[in-house]
């Protein structure tokens, strides 16, 4: 069965300092998130993608993040100046469409900021 | 905005007991509902979906859940829980945003911890 793939799996990065993260959907989905989960809390809404644009983001997502799909099978979410709050697993997903079609989500990224 | 509540924080369990797992919604118009379940150290997997039909849906591992729209509710069960279910299990809802990407809007999560 086709899967998600993220890399890496773990991400140890200094405040302040630029992290990207790496997902591979599965191949003949359309849309693309991002979420994430604070340890001890909720998976938490970050952005959708569609059609080489953001369809949607949430508040969390702010002008220090930013996603892009550069070739047609990788999707990545850049964090610039990271803060420590940002610590998270961070999650992609694919979906094949909007209608009856269930998320798909990767193993996550731990980020870990120092 | 919408919100998914769920009453449960850690379930604790023997082997062959029966499960409930509580989850409510807060969107009134045409939601999607669904059931994910997280295994120790791994990623967030589909345990069962509710798009239209039958409020009654069973889903794998011997799950099922039921979509009540009176209650704004769709509680998990399963009639015999074994060791191995034990895990952190996420209810999510997904309506027609304005983005129109569906974004899924996921409850806090059900630690379930099933003694053998």
């Known amino acids: 069965e086709p899967e998600v793939t993220q890399t890496p799996s773990h991400q140890v990065t200094q405040m302040g300092q630029e992290v990207i993260l790496r997902c591979v959907p599965i191949s003949n989905h359309l849309y693309f998130y991002w979420y994430r989960q604070i340890l001890g809390q909720k998976v938490e809404f970050l952005v959708s993608f569609y059609n080489n644009e953001i369809s949607e983001k949430s508040e969390i997502f702010d002008d220090r993040f930013s996603v892009e799909r550069p070739d047609g099978s990788n999707f990545t979410l850049k964090i610039r100046s990271t803060k420590l709050e940002d610590s998270a697993m961070y999650f992609c997903?694919?979906?094949?469409?909007?209608?009856?079609?269930?998320?798909?989500f990767g193993n996550g990224t731990r980020l870990t900021v120092t | 905005a919408q919100s998914v509540s769920q009453h449960n924080h850690h379930v604790i369990l023997s082997e062959a007991a029966s499960l409930e797992l509580g989850c409510n919604y807060s969107y009134g118009g045409t939601v999607n509902l669904f059931w994910y379940v997280q295994y120790p150290g791994q990623h967030l997997q589909l345990l069962l979906k509710y798009f239209s039909g039958d409020p009654l849906v069973k889903g794998i591992k011997g799950f099922e859940a039921e979509f009540i729209k009176s209650k704004f509710s769709f509680n998990l069960r399963k009639p015999s829980v074994q060791w191995s279910d034990t895990a952190e299990y996420f209810c999510?809802?997904?309506?027609?945003?304005?983005?129109?990407?569906?974004?899924?809007?996921f409850g806090s999560g059900t630690q379930l911890t099933v003694l053998p």
């Open positions: 997903a694919s979906r094949l469409n909007q209608q009856n079609s269930p998320l798909h």
């Open positions: 999510a809802v997904s309506h027609l945003s304005s983005g129109s990407a569906r974004q899924l809007t």
